[in-house]
């Protein structure tokens, strides 16, 4: 349904952005044929990327890509698992990096305006260096921009205490699939003033509109924080600590959770022989923040005794290398085969236990290896599996197998197909199949008002 890219369209492109900022040559087309995918099979050579530097040069392009009907694939930071940024529909790839600029930092009313393009590291950075906390905090932040933290409502480690990405959001403004520059929200404690517009496009991943720009929300930064490593021998006794953290009331920023296979493989992959309990221990990572120090004395201490009551074996303060190695679960699962999977199955928490002793039961069926990370404290599972020497035939058709019973349990335990990772190409055709008729003919409709053309990120999500 789409048109190729052809020598007038690239003419006009090169006009409205100028020829420096518009890629046609073999070595840069190959570059951006994927994100973080690893799976040659689902890699696509787009037929031209272009840099946009500004909302209104972003618009210019979305018009000539409706006049030429040629889709558009929006790719921020790259660092996506779900196959969003990969121009699967040809077309051209739009990069958001000229887009860099921090615009705002108001210390007193706490907030901040960036540009789509900013690292989210770069913001976190800004904000601690004025006494404040920027609270979305994605593993990826040293690489991810802010606008793809947004487009896929990004999760991350302090989502327990803060939220999601979402909910660090007042404002943005979007150029449309149209070419219009719109802007949504406002900077408000509460709004009863028609449709929550930005929250609806927050999480569409690219596929309603192009976020330009972003007013968010920073918290005071607590100055006392102590991490601790609570380690466990069974993941039944490590998820139980969920619970009882929340009934006393001791609200963490972090509740992470690293099963035996990622202790001993990132261990290995940072060079880190001394982690404790290497060959038999359970992670779970709880991270602490205060406004005062008796407060934290209080509050690691009633930590200490709820993990000990419920099974472990040691616990200990988390410096700087656990950490680490909670960061660096699927970089160093490579060390075990060049080609894995990883998903992200989100549950209710109080759910979470009998959902892990399933996976981990489930894949006794099947020749791969599981790793499981997860956010246990908000009941996001990330699920690693490697392909190893199977075939190509063969991985597909088991990983499909399994993948299916997983997603099968969980939307029956009232769970959903992805917690922060979004759906992107990869999932599409699950999601179609798992969510109820009627929402998921909304959110076509949406789509249809909004993209009459379906130029913007095709393929995406769901089949429009």
Known sequence: MYNKVTPEFLAELRLALGADYVYTDEGTLDRYKTDEEADERCFAVPEAVVKPGSAEEIAAVM???????????????????????IAQQGGI????????????????AMYLIAEAGVLTKDIQALANAEGLLYAGDPCSADSCQIGGNLATNAGGNKAVRYGVTRHQVYAVEIVTPEGEIVQLGGRLKKSSTGYCMEQLVIGSEGTLGVITKVTLKLQPLPPYRMDLLAIFHTPVEAI????????????????????NANVRTTSQFLDFPGAPHLEDGIYVIIAVETFSEEELEQKVEKLDELCTECGAVEVLEADERIWNMRRNCLESVRLVSLVCTTDDVVVPVDELSDMVKFIIETVKKYPFPLRINAHIGDGN??????????????????????????YTYAYAHGGRLSGEHGIGSKKAGFLERFTPKGELELMRLIK????????????KVFNA
């Open 63 to 85: 018009k000539l890509c409706n006049k030429y009907l040629v889709p558009v694939t929006v790719r921020g930071g790259g660092t996506g698992l779900g196959d969003g940024a």
């Open 93 to 108: 790839v739009l990069l958001m990096e000229r887009l860099n600029k921090i615009i705002e930092l108001n210390k007193e």
């Open 240 to 259: 139980s600590v969920v619970s009882k953290i929340a009934q006393a009331g001791i609200n963490p920023t972090s509740i992470e959770y690293m099963d």
């Open 381 to 406: 599972l990330h699920i690693v599996l490697c392909k190893m020497e199977l075939t190509d035939e063969e991985w597909e058709e088991q990983l499909s197998r399994f993948t299916e019973e997983v």
């Open 448 to 459: 249809r008002a909004w993209d009459p053309k379906l130029i913007l990120n095709p393929g």
